[in-house]
């Protein structure tokens, strides 16, 4: 069973807009966060935002302003609206899900950290 499933992503104009969404197991626990990871070639893996069950959220400073998360608890799924898309925007962005989401940069690359539910990663691309 795959634990998180994303779908959108894709490639945009700077200053458009994408929708990421994750859709988790069933086995997932509820009260777990879930949120999205991204990590560019070269690049630490970042946490770019995540909501809780609480409805609390966490955003990048870079992306402050510009990307919402929203969450739908009974179905399990979380979404990220992302606007004012930057180049610097530019990576591989993950799903991820766990009883807490924390900076993991200098761990390796994203879907390395133990314990963690993690999507499969979708290409997000932004030109200028």
């Known amino acids: 069973e795959v634990p998180l499933v994303e779908s959108g992503g894709g490639s945009v104009r700077a200053g458009g807009s994408l929708k990421l969404s994750c859709s988790a197991s069933e086995s997932m626990p509820a009260h777990w966060e879930m949120g999205w990871y991204r990590q560019a070639p070269g690049n630490e893996c970042e946490l770019v935002s995540f909501m809780g069950a609480d409805g609390s959220t966490y955003f990048l400073e870079d992306v402050e302003g510009r990307f919402t998360i929203s969450r739908e608890d009974v179905k399990k799924r979380v979404h990220l609206q992302m606007n004012k898309l930057k180049a610097e925007d530019t990576a591989v962005y993950y799903c991820?899900?766990?009883?807490?989401?924390?900076?993991?940069?200098?761990?390796?690359?994203?879907?390395?950290?133990?314990?963690?539910?993690w999507g499969q990663g979708t290409q997000v691309t932004v030109s200028t």
């Open positions: 991820a899900a766990a009883v807490t989401l924390t900076d993991i940069q200098g761990e390796g690359i994203c879907p390395a950290k133990n314990g963690y539910y």
